[in-house]
């Protein structure tokens, strides 16, 4: 699936399998895709070689929470049970709380 931000797509990667989840951006270097855990509330940067964007979402995809550039090994609660999308450093600029993201099918 893809995400549109500013006229710029973005590859996502949907975490709907246990390993998805469990390893999710771990290790990676360079990211420059993001990954959607459905119905969460919580995610940890432990073990990830670089700092990332992290957007919280409700049930229609509205922003809710937005904490740019995550330092590694941390712990990020979302306010509610939500769904979390882990983006690219500095990827969530232009993205503003209230604001309805749109995925799209590859």
């Excluded at 700092?51 to 937005?66: C, G, P, R, S, Y």
Aim: charged share 25%; proline share 3%.
């Amino acid at each position: 699936m893809k995400l549109v931000i500013n006229d710029k797509e973005l590859d996502i990667i949907y975490a709907d399998t246990f390993k998805k989840k469990l390893l999710g951006l771990m290790g990676k270097k360079n990211i420059s895709y993001g990954m959607l855990f459905p119905k969460i509330n919580s995610i940890h940067t432990f073990f990830m070689k670089e700092n990332i964007d992290v957007v919280a979402l409700d049930k229609e995809n509205i922003i809710t929470n937005i904490k740019a550039n995550m330092k590694k090994n941390r712990i990020y609660f979302a306010p509610k049970k939500t769904s979390i999308l882990e983006l690219p450093y500095n990827a969530s600029k232009n993205l503003k709380i209230g604001q309805k993201l749109t995925f799209i099918s590859k």
